[in-house]
């Protein structure tokens, strides 16, 4: 399978995630923005504001040919001086506070003909955690990857949980779910079908988990929580975040990469006793 | 001169500066929290609320002792283990989006009797640029410095510019200011003097722009802009600021560390004509 084939599948499926949610939330607009990168291919951002239910996402998709910059962490893998990346990455920043905010990412990687691997993840953020909505995402998960391998979530889940790790905070950035990379073992029809089936997985979860809190009330002192946990939200991504990092570092195109930024955040460290409160309940999750 | 003398002259300059910051506006509350460091010291966060003029102000003071992390800039500088450091450091976000954000660091920093540096700066960020309030900060910056040697100004300016830039936006942060590190060939009472008149010139010039400015009427509009700037400055923060970056990495305490961030930040990749002129208006000077 030639990486134009992969580019080509994770595109189309670009194209379907944007439909399925533009369409799961009527009051939405859709902002579509193709846009090319300097040193070959591009890709379609795909910035879902305003809607009922979503208060920002971005669902994107790049597939790009670049230059290996020497020192990089891909230099020491290839002698070659190029790649070639395609990938769909999602976040979900919802208005109501009772919903959680999920990520996802899929992408495959082309050093040569030989050099190449797939690498992807999903995990959920809630603000106001449900015991009932964590145990179907982390289920999810696992009955999507015993489909493909017998070892595959306890090592995806441990990665995420290590991955989505705030260093400074000593604490996890949500819950968790599955996050996996230098996939190479199997062959590239393997990944392409795993990953596939993780966007579904993912996209058909989370809607199920939207659909049961969208309708919760609530008062603004929930919707200050989840202005304030935001916060940890964009300090994991400009502080840890491997692809927002390597993004900004290989000037990629910034309004796409940092499309995954809250629309709004609150920074306080004055905590009144509700936050405090709302805060012991959530980080028994993390 | 001894760590400790500069230690405490700072923390008075502290109490001052906060004391000053607190009677220019008379809704402003002040939480101030004393905390100790893990290895020896610690300091004094002064968080200014809610005020008429400043929506979130951090006016911080730290003495600490801790190890020298093998691997960093530190370990090569000194066969020793472990430093001290002193310092203030104030960033102050202002309610009407017409006053614009202000910056500023001193700090002492010591490996032995012989090994020792003064380092600082202050720096400006408007959101609607006032060509008057931008000269005035760049001229008392240049009076100040003209007192202490005459090749200061030009240096500590450029240095600013280059400190305070966002590579992957290609843009500076603010309009400047100056900015100094590794200075070491003058006296210690040399530089406890020229770092306390950085202080004194940064609290008058800015106490001038913001009397200045602190009454302008503005709309939503005027504020959504300065909510969205806001972003640039929690970019800058969490992606290149090396105090920030140095502060997490060392197990500071966060909530002092991340004082600097602003109270509320907006996030938006679709742009009104509105937010557009007023970022080409801005941009001029960036």
Known sequence: MQYKEI???????????????????????????????KNGGGGESAEIMNGEVIEKGAVNFSGITGKILPGSALATKVKGSSFKATGISIVIHPNNPFVP???????YFELSKKIWWFGGGFDLTPYFPFESDIKLWHMSAKQLCAKYDKNFYKKF?????EYFYLKHRKERRGVGGIFF???????KD?????????VKTYVDTYLEI?????????NQNHKDFQLYRRGRY?????LYDRGTLFGLQSSGRVDSILMSMPPV???STKKSALLIKYENALKKYL
Chains 1, 2 share one sequence.
């Open 101 to 107: 905010c999920s990520h996802l990412n899929v992408r």
């Open 210 to 218: 939207v659909n049961k809190r969208k309708s919760k009330k609530f």
């Open 7 to 37: 580019k080509n599948i994770y595109k189309d499926l670009h194209q379907n995630v944007v439909k399925i949610f533009s369409k799961s939330d009527r009051n939405a607009r859709v902002n579509l923005t193709p846009w090319n990168y």
């Open 190 to 198: 393997f990944y392409v079908n795993f990953t596939k089936d993780v």
């Open 181 to 187: 990379d230098n996939m190479k073992l199997e062959s």
């Open 157 to 161: 889940k441990n990665n995420c949980d």
């Open 234 to 238: 964009v300090e994991f991504n400009l």
């Open 265 to 267: 955040v609150k920074w």
